[in-house]
Protein backbone atom coordinates (compact mmCIF):
# COMPACT_ATOMS: atom_id res chain seq x y z
CA UNK A 1 0.00 0.00 0.00
CA UNK A 2 0.91 3.70 -0.55
CA UNK A 3 1.59 5.57 2.36
CA UNK A 4 1.05 9.52 1.93
CA UNK A 5 3.26 11.98 4.55
CA UNK A 6 1.62 15.46 4.90
CA UNK A 7 3.98 18.33 6.30
CA UNK A 8 3.82 20.18 8.40
CA UNK A 9 1.21 18.33 10.78
CA UNK A 10 0.06 22.31 11.61
CA UNK A 11 0.40 25.52 10.68
CA UNK A 12 0.39 29.11 12.30
CA UNK A 13 -0.32 31.90 9.39
CA UNK A 14 -1.97 35.21 8.81
CA UNK A 15 -4.49 36.44 6.81
CA UNK A 16 -2.51 37.91 3.39
CA UNK A 17 0.12 35.18 3.78
CA UNK A 18 1.24 32.73 1.58
CA UNK A 19 1.68 29.14 2.54
CA UNK A 20 2.63 25.70 1.07
CA UNK A 21 1.49 22.29 2.19
CA UNK A 22 3.90 19.09 0.88
CA UNK A 23 2.81 15.68 0.30
CA UNK A 24 5.38 12.98 -0.05
CA UNK A 25 4.45 9.08 -1.44
CA UNK A 26 5.86 6.14 -0.64
CA UNK A 27 6.04 5.76 -4.65
CA UNK A 28 5.85 7.32 -7.46
CA UNK A 29 2.23 8.07 -8.26
CA UNK A 30 1.89 10.12 -11.47
CA UNK A 31 0.37 13.04 -10.51
CA UNK A 32 -2.45 11.01 -9.30
CA UNK A 33 -2.80 13.28 -6.55
CA UNK A 34 -5.92 15.45 -4.91
CA UNK A 35 -6.36 17.78 -2.26
CA UNK A 36 -9.42 18.52 0.20
CA UNK A 37 -9.86 20.98 2.45
CA UNK A 38 -12.20 20.30 5.41
CA UNK A 39 -13.68 23.02 7.58
CA UNK A 40 -14.75 22.35 11.06
CA UNK A 41 -18.13 19.77 11.49
CA UNK A 42 -18.31 19.91 7.07
CA UNK A 43 -17.41 17.27 4.89
CA UNK A 44 -14.20 17.54 3.11
CA UNK A 45 -14.25 19.52 -0.06
CA UNK A 46 -11.89 18.85 -2.84
CA UNK A 47 -9.36 21.80 -4.27
CA UNK A 48 -7.19 20.30 -6.77
CA UNK A 49 -7.26 16.85 -8.58
CA UNK A 50 -4.54 15.36 -10.43
CA UNK A 51 -2.01 17.54 -8.60
CA UNK A 52 -2.35 20.93 -10.37
CA UNK A 53 -5.96 20.84 -12.09
CA UNK A 54 -8.48 23.38 -9.97
CA UNK A 55 -11.81 21.86 -8.91
CA UNK A 56 -14.58 23.92 -10.76
CA UNK A 57 -15.83 27.21 -8.10
CA UNK A 58 -12.47 26.76 -6.10
CA UNK A 59 -10.71 30.56 -6.08
CA UNK A 60 -7.72 30.81 -8.05
CA UNK A 61 -5.57 30.99 -4.48
CA UNK A 62 -5.32 27.79 -4.62
CA UNK A 63 -2.72 26.06 -6.46
CA UNK A 64 -1.32 22.68 -6.71
CA UNK A 65 2.58 21.46 -8.04
CA UNK A 66 4.75 18.42 -7.98
CA UNK A 67 5.42 15.18 -9.81
CA UNK A 68 6.44 11.56 -9.02
CA UNK A 69 6.58 11.27 -4.95
CA UNK A 70 6.80 14.94 -4.31
CA UNK A 71 3.53 17.42 -4.21
CA UNK A 72 2.25 20.53 -2.63
CA UNK A 73 -0.24 22.98 -2.30
CA UNK A 74 -0.17 26.21 -2.29
CA UNK A 75 -2.43 28.63 -0.88
CA UNK A 76 -1.32 32.62 -1.98
CA UNK A 77 -2.96 35.67 0.47
CA UNK A 78 -4.81 33.82 2.93
CA UNK A 79 -8.90 34.71 3.90
CA UNK A 80 -10.53 33.85 6.86
CA UNK A 81 -12.15 31.61 5.55
CA UNK A 82 -9.06 29.65 4.07
CA UNK A 83 -8.06 28.06 7.81
CA UNK A 84 -9.32 24.75 7.91
CA UNK A 85 -7.60 21.44 7.73
CA UNK A 86 -5.79 20.24 4.14
CA UNK A 87 -5.82 16.31 3.12
CA UNK A 88 -3.57 15.00 0.68
CA UNK A 89 -5.30 11.78 -1.10
CA UNK A 90 -3.23 9.45 -3.77
CA UNK A 91 -5.42 7.87 -6.31
CA UNK A 92 -2.69 5.58 -8.27
CA UNK A 93 -3.61 2.59 -7.59
CA UNK A 94 -6.15 1.47 -3.82
CA UNK A 95 -5.87 1.36 -1.55
CA UNK A 96 -6.36 5.16 -2.17
CA UNK A 97 -4.70 6.78 0.88
CA UNK A 98 -5.04 9.97 2.89
CA UNK A 99 -2.72 12.06 3.96
CA UNK A 100 -2.55 12.44 7.72
CA UNK A 101 -3.86 16.22 7.28
CA UNK A 102 -2.60 19.51 7.69
CA UNK A 103 -4.50 21.93 10.32
CA UNK A 104 -3.99 25.66 9.30
CA UNK A 105 -4.87 28.42 11.79
CA UNK A 106 -4.71 31.61 12.39
CA UNK A 107 -1.23 33.05 14.09
CA UNK B 1 -26.96 19.61 -9.28
CA UNK B 2 -25.18 16.54 -8.20
CA UNK B 3 -26.07 15.91 -4.66
CA UNK B 4 -25.38 12.50 -2.53
CA UNK B 5 -27.81 12.73 0.78
CA UNK B 6 -26.58 10.24 3.48
CA UNK B 7 -29.06 8.50 6.31
CA UNK B 8 -29.25 9.98 9.60
CA UNK B 9 -26.91 9.63 12.91
CA UNK B 10 -27.42 6.03 14.31
CA UNK B 11 -26.89 5.44 18.32
CA UNK B 12 -26.09 1.14 18.58
CA UNK B 13 -24.54 -0.89 20.81
CA UNK B 14 -21.82 -3.07 20.58
CA UNK B 15 -22.87 -6.41 19.15
CA UNK B 16 -25.64 -4.75 16.81
CA UNK B 17 -25.85 -4.70 12.97
CA UNK B 18 -26.12 -1.57 11.12
CA UNK B 19 -26.88 -0.28 7.71
CA UNK B 20 -26.42 3.29 6.41
CA UNK B 21 -27.14 4.79 3.09
CA UNK B 22 -26.08 7.39 0.78
CA UNK B 23 -28.62 8.33 -2.68
CA UNK B 24 -27.49 9.88 -5.74
CA UNK B 25 -29.02 12.34 -7.84
CA UNK B 26 -28.30 14.78 -10.28
CA UNK B 27 -26.10 12.33 -12.64
CA UNK B 28 -25.64 9.05 -13.84
CA UNK B 29 -25.31 7.03 -10.51
CA UNK B 30 -24.64 3.69 -12.27
CA UNK B 31 -21.39 5.07 -13.96
CA UNK B 32 -19.84 6.91 -11.22
CA UNK B 33 -17.46 5.16 -8.49
CA UNK B 34 -19.34 5.74 -4.90
CA UNK B 35 -16.53 5.56 -2.02
CA UNK B 36 -17.01 5.33 1.69
CA UNK B 37 -14.42 7.29 4.19
CA UNK B 38 -14.35 6.86 7.65
CA UNK B 39 -13.03 9.87 10.21
CA UNK B 40 -12.95 8.98 13.83
CA UNK B 41 -13.50 11.77 16.29
CA UNK B 42 -11.04 14.60 16.08
CA UNK B 43 -8.95 12.54 13.74
CA UNK B 44 -8.30 12.26 9.68
CA UNK B 45 -9.63 10.61 6.84
CA UNK B 46 -9.52 6.94 6.32
CA UNK B 47 -10.65 5.49 2.61
CA UNK B 48 -12.79 2.46 3.74
CA UNK B 49 -13.76 1.25 0.03
CA UNK B 50 -15.59 2.30 -3.44
CA UNK B 51 -18.00 0.13 -5.33
CA UNK B 52 -19.31 0.73 -9.05
CA UNK B 53 -22.91 0.71 -9.37
CA UNK B 54 -23.07 -0.71 -12.86
CA UNK B 55 -21.47 -4.44 -12.09
CA UNK B 56 -20.80 -3.81 -8.21
CA UNK B 57 -17.37 -4.10 -8.18
CA UNK B 58 -16.11 -3.46 -4.72
CA UNK B 59 -12.40 -2.60 -3.47
CA UNK B 60 -11.77 -2.97 0.17
CA UNK B 61 -9.09 -0.87 1.97
CA UNK B 62 -6.94 -3.37 4.24
CA UNK B 63 -7.99 -2.48 7.42
CA UNK B 64 -11.82 -2.81 6.60
CA UNK B 65 -11.64 -6.15 3.93
CA UNK B 66 -14.30 -8.62 6.03
CA UNK B 67 -15.13 -5.88 8.59
CA UNK B 68 -17.85 -3.86 6.44
CA UNK B 69 -19.76 -4.64 3.73
CA UNK B 70 -20.47 -2.04 0.47
CA UNK B 71 -23.25 -2.60 -1.72
CA UNK B 72 -25.42 -0.89 -4.22
CA UNK B 73 -29.02 -0.07 -5.37
CA UNK B 74 -29.21 0.65 -8.77
CA UNK B 75 -33.18 0.80 -9.00
CA UNK B 76 -33.17 3.55 -5.67
CA UNK B 77 -29.37 5.45 -6.76
CA UNK B 78 -28.35 4.36 -3.43
CA UNK B 79 -24.81 3.08 -1.73
CA UNK B 80 -24.90 1.46 1.77
CA UNK B 81 -22.43 0.58 4.38
CA UNK B 82 -23.06 -1.99 6.37
CA UNK B 83 -21.95 -3.64 9.93
CA UNK B 84 -22.89 -6.87 10.79
CA UNK B 85 -21.54 -6.59 14.65
CA UNK B 86 -20.41 -3.13 15.89
CA UNK B 87 -17.74 -2.31 18.38
CA UNK B 88 -16.99 1.07 19.89
CA UNK B 89 -14.11 1.51 17.66
CA UNK B 90 -16.46 1.62 15.08
CA UNK B 91 -17.76 5.37 16.53
CA UNK B 92 -17.23 7.55 13.63
CA UNK B 93 -18.33 10.04 11.09
CA UNK B 94 -19.02 8.09 7.73
CA UNK B 95 -19.01 9.98 4.44
CA UNK B 96 -19.82 8.53 1.09
CA UNK B 97 -18.61 10.49 -1.63
CA UNK B 98 -18.70 10.37 -5.50
CA UNK B 99 -15.26 9.22 -7.14
CA UNK B 100 -14.53 10.94 -10.77
CA UNK B 101 -11.31 12.14 -12.51
CA UNK B 102 -9.62 10.22 -10.43
CA UNK B 103 -11.02 12.29 -6.96
CA UNK B 104 -13.94 12.94 -4.46
CA UNK B 105 -15.25 15.36 -6.33
CA UNK B 106 -19.07 15.39 -4.28
CA UNK B 107 -19.64 14.57 -1.11
CA UNK B 108 -22.65 13.61 1.30
CA UNK B 109 -23.39 15.45 4.53
CA UNK B 110 -21.44 12.36 6.75
CA UNK B 111 -23.37 10.18 9.07
CA UNK B 112 -22.71 9.65 12.35
CA UNK B 113 -22.55 6.25 13.91
CA UNK B 114 -21.79 5.79 17.48
CA UNK B 115 -21.61 2.75 19.38
CA UNK B 116 -21.66 2.50 23.36
CA UNK B 117 -23.26 -0.18 25.85
Known amino acids: DIQMTQSPSSLSASIGDRVTITCRAS??????LNWYQQRPGKAPKLLIY???SLQRGVPSTFSGSGSGTEYSLTIRSLQPEDFATYYC?????????FGQGTKLEIK | EVQLVQSGAEVKKPGESLKISCEGS????????IGWVRQKPGKGLEWMGI????????RYGPPFEGQVTISVDKSTNTAHLQWSSLKASDTAMYYC??????????WGQGTLVTVSS
Open chain 2, 51 to 58: IYPDDSET
Open chain 2, 26 to 33: GYNFKTSW
Open chain 2, 97 to 106: ARHRKGAFDY
Open chain 1, 50 to 52: SAT
Open chain 1, 89 to 97: QQTYTTPYS
Open chain 1, 27 to 32: QSIDMY
